[in-house]
């Protein structure tokens, strides 16, 4: 019913950027908050960066000043530009969205399936 498409991940070296995208599709009504989240093997699923839907953003501190979010509601999509990537910054990264679907009465969190960066020489 709904799909979040994500692209843009791979083989970097450090000191080099990538940028990640993420598309959604179905029947949505409107979203609210938009992010990004990493998964290192052995962690948890951490916060790397949110978009609310007035455009304030929040960050994880080990990425500010390096990553930037940015959404298109126009498209669904949401970005995430990264710069100075660092070994440490190698993960699974997934896009998450709140949706408020034309078939349901509030919001819900949606997830992406992952796209995988690795930061290595």
């Known amino acids: 019913q709904v799909q979040l498409a994500e692209s843009g991940g791979g083989l970097v070296q450090p000191g080099g950027s990538l940028r990640l995208s993420c598309a959604a599709s179905?029947?949505?009504?409107?979203?609210?908050?938009m992010g990004w989240y990493r998964q290192a093997p052995g962690n948890q699923r951490e916060l790397v960066a949110l978009i609310t839907n007035a455009g304030i953003t929040n960050y994880a501190d080990s990425v500010k000043g390096r990553f930037t979010i940015s959404r298109d509601d126009a498209k669904n999509t949401v970005y995430l530009q990264m710069n100075s990537l660092k070994p440490e910054d190698t993960a699974v990264y997934y896009c998450m969205m709140q949706l408020h679907l034309l078939s349901s009465f509030n919001y819900r969190d949606y997830w992406g399936q992952g796209t995988q960066v690795t930061v290595s020489s």
């Open positions: 179905g029947s949505i009504f409107s979203i609210n908050a």
